[in-house]
């Protein structure tokens, strides 16, 4: 009790104004943030995900970054790291992964309102296919409306999942926890564990509400059209780099940016490894196929020392308040989750 209550001390001394100004001092002088959304739905649409940030919060955050940031691209954030300069204010990246309706629904009008300069990164074997990604399947299944028990032991050795059918971060949790029995597997593993959940989920009835859906070719050509976005790679198939053979990486990585030029129109210089997991060998076949930058789920700050294939980033969801986003916005959401013991594994 005595540590719970030294932690949260701590963590509201580091959330204080002078605390947050002398962190943003620092980062100024020493690097750019890169922030990780996945998904932005409108705030009546109800979802138990951490990865689906809802359209007022988003505003809220963006109008905070406006007042203490410069908002950058990153090319902008790279050519700043190369030349430092005086008195410029701290600089952010604003990133989303994976490709889901929202972007076009909810994020693009934003964007366009507020000139506000964005990455998305795409995977694109669920875009062309039109199929959900297995850990939207799960979260899909999940949002049960009546009590629910998920027994994973037999096939996974993970034992049970308990959901109590009531909306809330705790359901997250425990969805989060589900996830993390196949994050570390091959694509297939993970697959499998989808179509169980979802017999299992069965049993129970639905809640109401919006489920996660893919989006469509012509959506991703209506976000290449803003002035204010960049699309980067996310692979084809969002496996796990290090998992794949060193002609699975290459033919995924080819096949997504074929497809994305296709779509876009343009040419694809920027790429997020599939929830974030990455190894020397991935490193160098993304730098091999040309990417200009590649990012990575390892929270930190992008300094010029920073290798330019393994950058940094901190992730943002839909449980993170205002007082613990102020912090992810200095890099030090590590610090954050870890004094709340509360944080998801923001690997999806």
């Given at each position: 009790?005595?540590?719970?209550?030294?932690?949260?001390?701590?963590?509201?001394?580091?959330?204080?104004?002078?605390?947050?100004?002398?962190?943003?001092?620092?980062?100024?002088?020493?690097?750019?943030?890169?922030?990780?959304?996945?998904?932005?739905?409108?705030?009546?649409?109800?979802?138990?995900?951490?990865?689906?940030?809802?359209?007022?919060?988003?505003?809220?955050?963006?109008?905070?970054?406006?007042?203490?940031?410069?908002?950058?691209?990153?090319?902008?954030?790279?050519?700043?790291?190369?030349?430092?300069?005086?008195?410029?204010?701290?600089?952010?990246?604003?990133?989303?992964?994976d490709g889901h309706q929202g972007?076009?629904?909810?994020?693009?009008?934003?964007?366009?309102?507020?000139?506000?300069?964005?990455?998305?990164?795409?995977?694109?074997?669920?875009?062309?296919?039109?199929?959900?990604?297995?850990?939207?399947?799960?979260?899909?299944?999940?949002?049960?409306?009546?009590?629910?028990?998920?027994?994973?032991?037999?096939?996974?050795?993970?034992?049970?999942?308990?959901?109590?059918?009531?909306?809330?971060?705790?359901?997250?949790?425990?969805?989060?926890?589900?996830?993390?029995?196949?994050?570390?597997?091959?694509?297939?593993?993970?697959?499998?564990?989808?179509?169980?959940?979802?017999?299992?989920?069965?049993?129970?009835?639905?809640?109401?509400?919006?489920?996660?859906?893919?989006?469509?070719?012509?959506?991703?050509?209506?976000?290449?059209?803003?002035?204010?976005?960049?699309?980067?790679?996310?692979?084809?198939?969002?496996?796990?780099?290090?998992?794949?053979?060193?002609?699975?990486?290459?033919?995924?990585?080819?096949?997504?940016?074929?497809?994305?030029?296709?779509?876009?129109?343009?040419?694809?210089?920027?790429?997020?490894?599939?929830?974030?997991?990455?190894?020397?060998?991935?490193?160098?076949?993304?730098?091999?196929?040309?990417?200009a930058t590649a990012v990575t789920?390892?929270?930190?700050?992008?300094?010029?020392?920073?290798?330019?294939?393994?950058?940094?980033?901190?992730?943002?969801?839909?449980?993170?308040?205002?007082?613990?986003?102020?912090?992810?916005?200095?890099?030090?959401?590590g610090i954050t989750r870890r004094?709340?013991?509360?944080?998801?594994?923001?690997?999806?």
């Amino acid at each position: 009790m005595i540590r719970r209550a030294a932690r949260h001390l701590l963590y509201h001394a580091l959330n204080s104004d002078v605390s947050l100004a002398r962190l943003r001092r620092a980062l100024r002088r020493h690097g750019v943030v890169v922030l990780m959304y996945h998904e932005v739905w409108g705030d009546s649409e109800e979802i138990d995900a951490w990865t689906v940030t809802r359209r007022s919060e988003f505003l809220r955050q963006v109008e905070y970054l406006r007042r203490h940031y410069d908002v950058l691209t990153l090319d902008e954030a790279a050519a700043r790291l190369a030349a430092p300069a005086r008195g410029v204010r701290p600089g952010v990246v604003i990133t989303f992964d994976d490709g889901h309706q929202g972007l076009v629904d909810v994020l693009l009008p934003m964007v366009e309102s507020e000139h506000l300069p964005v990455t998305i990164y795409l995977a694109s074997g669920h875009i062309e296919r039109q199929c959900h990604m297995w850990f939207d399947r799960v979260i899909n299944a999940l949002q049960v409306a009546e009590p629910l028990e998920i027994d994973l032991g037999p096939l996974y050795g993970a034992g049970s999942f308990h959901f109590s059918g009531v909306p809330g971060q705790a359901t997250w949790l425990e969805i989060d926890r589900l996830l993390e029995v196949a994050k570390s597997s091959s694509i297939e593993r993970c697959e499998d564990l989808a179509r169980e959940v979802e017999r299992q989920a069965a049993r129970a009835a639905r809640r109401a509400g919006a489920r996660l859906m893919p989006l469509r070719p012509d959506g991703v050509g209506a976000l290449a059209r803003s002035r204010w976005i960049e699309i980067g790679g996310h692979s084809h198939c969002h496996g796990l780099f290090p998992l794949l053979s060193p002609a699975e990486r290459r033919e995924s990585l080819q096949r997504n940016r074929e497809l994305l030029r296709e779509w876009t129109g343009r040419e694809i210089r920027h790429f997020a490894y599939p929830s974030g997991e990455h190894d020397a060998a991935s490193v160098c076949a993304v730098a091999e196929s040309g990417f200009a930058t590649a990012v990575t789920t390892v929270p930190g700050i992008w300094t010029a020392a920073t290798p330019v294939h393994r950058i940094p980033r901190v992730g943002v969801g839909r449980y993170d308040d205002m007082s613990v986003f102020r912090i992810a916005a200095t890099g030090g959401i590590g610090i954050t989750r870890r004094l709340l013991l509360s944080g998801p594994s923001a690997r999806i």
